[in-house]
């Protein structure tokens, strides 16, 4: 009994994996095939009252992938609460990833990278905007689009190097005097984050 009942629910399974397939985002059309079968199932149950719109009829076809090298990156870069960059064309960024610091260039891989405390560049001929960001995600499209999430973002500018210095030393002290595992952890990301706005204004 129990093994006939897995097998149905592996054949299950494997059937919806096989079929089911989500869009990238460089993927969507103007007109998608499901909100066109879920219109005509409204329609037919509420003839009489328009149906409501669908998460994918608000998003914005991507432009295709170029066939020659762009010269330009286009950069959105938004935060919780703002947007920092809206489709601005840039010649590079780079991001602070947990792999390392990662260069964004026009034409760039399609790729997926965790951001972590670090330095994040945006260059724009001789123009370089500096932010320190907290954590987030970098998204690289293959058509040259790249989409910034960060937690928290705060131009370089605008910290100051003295609090930074007096912030790593407390964290030092409180990680060196921590008695317990949660003590510790709390004070190492203190000292990892101000270490590294340390290094992005030294840097």
């Known amino acids: 009994m129990f093994r006939h009942a897995a097998n149905r629910l592996l054949t299950r ?3 919806t994996t096989a079929t089911i397939r989500r869009a990238f ?4 059309s103007s007109t998608d095939a499901g909100d066109s079968a879920f219109n005509e199932a409204w329609k037919k149950v509420v003839p009489n009252i328009d149906p409501p719109k ?14 020659t090298l762009p010269s330009k990156l286009t950069v959105n870069f938004v935060l919780p609460y703002s947007s920092e960059l809206s489709k601005q064309e ?3 960024v780079i991001v602070p990833a947990t792999t390392g610091q990662m ?3 026009p034409g760039h891989v399609p790729t997926i990278a965790e951001l972590k405390p670090g330095l994040l560049s945006v260059h724009e001929g001789n123009d370089v905007k500096k932010y320190f960001i907290s954590s ?3 998204f690289v499209h293959s058509n040259s689009y790249a989409d910034i999430l960060a937690v928290e973002a705060i131009p370089l500018d605008r910290i100051d190097p003295a609090q930074v210095q007096k ?3 407390e964290f030092t002290q409180k990680l060196s005097s921590a008695s317990s595992d949660l ?5 190492q990301i203190g000292v990892d984050v101000h270490s590294a706005l340390n290094s992005a204004l030294t840097g």
Do not use: C
């Open 90 to 92: 840039v010649d590079m």
């Open 167 to 169: 912030g790593l030393s």
């Open 13 to 15: 399974s494997t059937t």
């Open 136 to 138: 987030g995600f970098a």
């Open 54 to 67: 669908t998460p994918s009829q608000y998003m914005e076809t991507r432009p295709p992938t170029p066939n």
């Open 103 to 105: 260069g964004i260039l």
């Open 25 to 28: 985002s460089t993927e969507v």
């Open 183 to 187: 003590d510790k952890a709390e004070a």
